[in-house]
């Protein structure tokens, strides 16, 4: 009798590690995806400061460390980067684009340019698709790191190597108020 209780507890704690398993997996995959589709965003993105760099460069020729910072970041290989490399140079990334949206406001003529205009635009659907898809993001590896700490399923999770993944998180000086001055 005793050793169909000791089976029969076997086999539930055996389908319980293997649904867990699977769950990380399927969440794990969810994470990958979603910050997949992120990052076609940030490298659109990455991809767009060149352009948006020279046409400033025309009209603030002697803003130019504001500028080579944002240079010397974009140079960096965006293709060879861990997702955390990835998440702090985008970081850096922002302060560097808001950098530069206050510096045109310095200059009326840049801002009345039509290429700086097409390019803000531009700039500005992108940060609202980098948004968007960092919410999607976010929400995915919050449920990922819920299942990866939370009891039962965290000693699953240590057992199988799973270990909780990092936030896509507004830095610091994306919190600031812009100032504008008059």
Do not use: C, Q
């Not at 992120?38 to 767009?48: A, G, I, N, Q």
């Amino acid at each position: 009798m005793w050793i169909y209780i000791i089976i029969g507890i076997i086999v539930i704690i055996l389908i319980y590690a293997f649904a867990t398993y699977n769950s990380f997996v399927k969440l794990n995959n969810r994470v990958k995806e979603a910050f997949a589709t992120m990052d076609v965003y940030l490298k659109k993105r990455w991809d767009l400061i060149p352009n948006i760099v020279e046409t400033v460069k025309g009209y603030a020729k002697h803003e130019k460390e504001t500028l080579e910072n944002v240079i010397n970041l974009r140079n960096s290989s965006y293709d060879k980067m861990s997702s955390d490399d990835k998440i702090k140079a985008n970081n850096e990334l922002s302060r560097g684009i808001r950098d530069i949206m206050l510096l045109a406001e310095s200059y009326p003529e840049l801002k009345a340019s039509t290429n700086f205009k097409d390019l803000s635009n531009e700039l500005s659907k992108v940060e609202e698709d980098i948004a968007n898809s960092r919410k999607y993001y976010n929400g995915v590896v919050k449920m990922f790191n819920d299942k990866v700490e939370m009891f039962p399923s965290n000693l699953f999770a240590k057992m199988f190597g799973y270990t909780s993944k990092v936030m896509f998180e507004t830095s610091d000086n994306e919190r600031e108020n812009v100032k504008v001055k008059f």
